[in-house]
């Protein structure tokens, strides 16, 4: 699609969503509970804080032009202009010191644009009329032992297995207990849980109570995080995981999108330095192997992240810093195993480039990013993506885990592993305790992978976002 046939609906879409700044503080909220909670300025905490409302809009305008078929012959339901709202109202409810209740409801809308209602139809947002995102009982203290029943979100490490991205319009859920052990230096979390699926003008459930389709999807780990097991880190973790599901051909939202039982342990580390105790310098690290059975097949595969950066001494905070991403892909599909690394239930949006093409994925992808903050609210980001298959024999993954970019065919196992690059763009501002906005644009440019087996024109993001918490 040409970009100037997205120019007036995304300027008509700019104007609206600029109007949203004049809203009652209100009307919008984003972040934790416990976030929620602990705003000096919330007036909608009562009873010394016992009984505690929050409150959350967020409006984000997206412009999208050739992100996933990088062809502008073509005008595909993503070359489009469209704006995302969401609403959430929640209550905590703390009647003694070691028993909390929560409920969240959530209401997300897609206008405009050419995409089907339908959440993740097409990659889309999507709608969803006021549903329960979060609702779960809390047994036990700040510190010390503590269980935690219902639906709720799971997020660990950057999220590059398992998260709650709140890019993603519909964000992410759990039906799970989880039993959390923390000190003051570090946490222990062993979980259970099945992932809700969003489904609109119907209750949203996971595969506890929606048992018709077969999937029978759980996500269960143990994770171990420390602030001083090494003294100059900030971070040093320690995980197993296990992706357990029973994807028929009818069923819908398991990794991969493939058919067949899938039983997937991932043994990972996860390690950040701190460069308060480093002269400045930092450092990140995240390994991850996998060991069971997928589609019927032997699961081994392994990925990892390896990043070092300088933070200069200077009033606008920059920070200079490099890294590498890589995933393994099935060279060889007819060997009886599958090396195609499973990336779970991730937060990928911001992790290999905001684009959204790229999973943790049969993928190798070298970064450059810059950081800038020239005042207190107001935070710059340049990253610079590279992008090349691990292996042609397997499919280049969005970041969403199952979309294929290119399938997989002769001309693409002949054709060369460089998909392209891309640069992004972005700001973020702080408006006092409870706005936020953010903006930002991207610009992938094709490589020869996409040049040699289909379409390869440049592709586009623009968007703005606005956001209000109480």
């Known amino acids: 699609m040409h970009r100037s046939s997205c120019l007036l609906p995304f300027v008509s879409a700019c104007a609206l969503c600029l109007s949203g700044v004049a809203l009652p503080a209100s009307a919008q909220t984003g972040g934790s509970v416990a976030q929620a909670a602990g705003v000096a300025s919330n007036p909608l905490s009562f009873d010394d804080g016992r009984l505690v409302f929050d409150v959350h809009f967020n409006t984000r305008l997206e412009i999208r032009d050739n992100t996933t078929d990088f062809n502008a012959a073509i005008n595909a339901p993503n070359d489009a202009a469209w704006l995302l709202t969401r609403f959430r109202l929640g209550a905590l409810f703390e009647p003694t010191d070691y028993l909390k209740l929560y409920v969240q409801g959530q209401d997300i809308r897609e206008l405009g644009g050419s995409r089907p209602n339908n959440v993740g139809a097409f990659g889309a947002d999507g709608d969803d009329v006021f549903d329960v995102l979060r609702a779960w009982l809390w047994l036990g203290k700040e510190s010390g032992p503590s269980l935690q029943v219902g639906r709720q979100e799971l997020n660990y490490g950057d999220q590059r297995l398992l998260g709650n991205p709140q890019w993603l319009n519909s964000s992410r859920a759990w039906d799970a207990i989880r039993f959390h052990y923390i000190t003051d230096d570090w946490f222990l979390d062993l979980f259970t849980g099945s992932r809700v699926t969003f489904v ?21 780990g143990l994770y171990f995080s420390s602030k001083t097991l090494v003294p100059w880190q900030n971070a040093t973790d320690f995980y197993l995981l296990n992706f357990n599901f029973n994807k028929t051909p009818t069923a819908s939202g398991a990794p991969l999108g493939q058919t067949g039982d899938c039983n997937v342990w991932t043994l990972g580390t996860r390690m950040k330095g701190d460069p308060s105790k480093l002269h400045q310098w930092d450092y990140e690290l995240e390994v991850a192997a996998q060991l ?78 810059i950081r800038l903050q020239p005042t207190e609210n107001l935070k710059l980001t340049l990253n610079y993506n590279l992008y090349w298959n691990a292996t042609n024999n397997d499919g280049w993954f969005a970041a969403n885990t199952s979309t294929l970019i290119r399938p997989v065919n ?6 060369s592993q460089f998909r392209g690059q891309e640069f992004d763009i972005n700001a973020y501002y702080k408006l006092g305790t409870h706005f936020s906005a953010q903006a930002g644009y991207s610009i992938f440019l094709p490589g020869s992978y996409l040049a040699q087996t289909g379409a390869s024109d440049t592709a586009h993001l623009g968007y703005l976002q606005l956001t209000v918490n109480f």
């Open 200 to 220: 609109n003008n119907r209750w949203n459930q996971s595969d506890y109570f929606n048992t018709h389709e077969g999937r029978n999807a759980f996500d269960s």
């Open 410 to 415: 002769a001309a693409a196992t002949a054709a």
């Open 292 to 369: 069971g059975r997928a589609a019927g097949l032997d699961q081994r595969a392994f990925a990892g992240h390896w990043g070092f950066g300088y933070n200069i001494d200077h009033a606008w905070k920059p920070r200079v810093g490099v890294q590498y991403n890589y995933a393994t892909g099935d060279n060889d599909p007819t060997d009886g195993r599958n090396t195609t690394f499973i990336n779970g239930f991730p937060g990928n949006h911001d992790l290999y480039g905001f684009m959204d093409t790229t999973a943790w994925m049969n993928m190798h992808n070298p970064q450059l990013n």
